[in-house]
């Protein structure tokens, strides 16, 4: 069965670094999202991409965070310079055509900022 | 931004007894989708309804929608020590349809 993607599954980083985090998704989805997760509750959404464009980042820390989905299928999340802050989960997940349809979500990559 | 908002916030009922979430949200939306959470693991598609729709089930799965007080529940039958995990509702909102999740609702089924 065709799954998301992401590495790292755990990434333990000193503030004021950076960090990196890649997704791959199910073959021939054109949408994808990054949500950060912090414990015990909802993901938030960061980024949502249609095919190589960004269709949202309305809530993506823009002076900190970026993402980019060269050719339109795998994606990174980066993070310059790491924050005690983001210390979270992040979750990539795909969807075939946006909301319209059930997303996959990845296993996400555990970021914990010392 | 969160959209939905899960109530209860947590649940803890025994084995075989019926689970209800409700889930309440604030703007028009494309389809209403649930998803579960074990802990510290992606989340996993139960259903969708769309917003034409009022009524949907999936195995011991049934969910309702009302727009008009823009709300829906899921009911989970029969429940089982391994549907232990968080709940979420997401929305699909706008002409991007993007999906924006609720809070969530912890479940404990209790064997």
């Known amino acids: 069965e065709a799954e998301v993607a992401q590495s790292p599954r755990y990434k333990i980083t000193e503030k004021s670094q950076a960090v990196a985090f890649w997704c791959d998704p199910i073959s021939g989805h054109a949408t994808l999202y990054w949500y950060r997760q912090i414990l015990g509750q909802g993901p938030e959404l960061l980024v949502q991409f249609q095919d190589e464009s960004v269709v949202d980042d309305s809530q993506l820390p823009k002076d900190r965070f970026s993402a980019e989905r060269l050719k339109g299928v795998d994606s990174t999340l980066k993070i310059q310079p790491a924050e005690l802050g983001d210390s979270a989960m992040y979750l990539c997940?795909?969807?075939?055509?946006?909301?319209?349809?059930?997303?996959?979500f990845g296993q996400g990559t555990r970021l914990t900022v010392v | 931004s969160q959209q939905g908002e899960e109530d209860p916030q947590a649940l803890s009922i025994q084995e075989g007894e019926n689970a209800t979430m409700n889930c309440s949200y604030k703007t028009s939306i494309n389809n209403l989708q649930w998803y579960r959470q074990n802990s510290g693991r992606g989340l996993v598609h139960l259903i969708l309804i769309r917003s034409n729709e009022r009524e949907k089930h999936s195995g011991r799965l049934r969910v309702t929608l009302d727009t008009s007080k823009k709300s829906s529940s899921l009911l989970i039958t029969a429940s089982r020590a391994a549907d232990t995990a968080s709940y979420f509702c997401a929305t699909s909102q706008g002409g991007s349809e993007k999906l924006v999740f609720g809070k969530g609702m912890k479940l404990t089924v209790n064997p």
């Open positions: 997940a795909s969807s075939h055509t946006g909301g319209r349809t059930e997303a996959f």
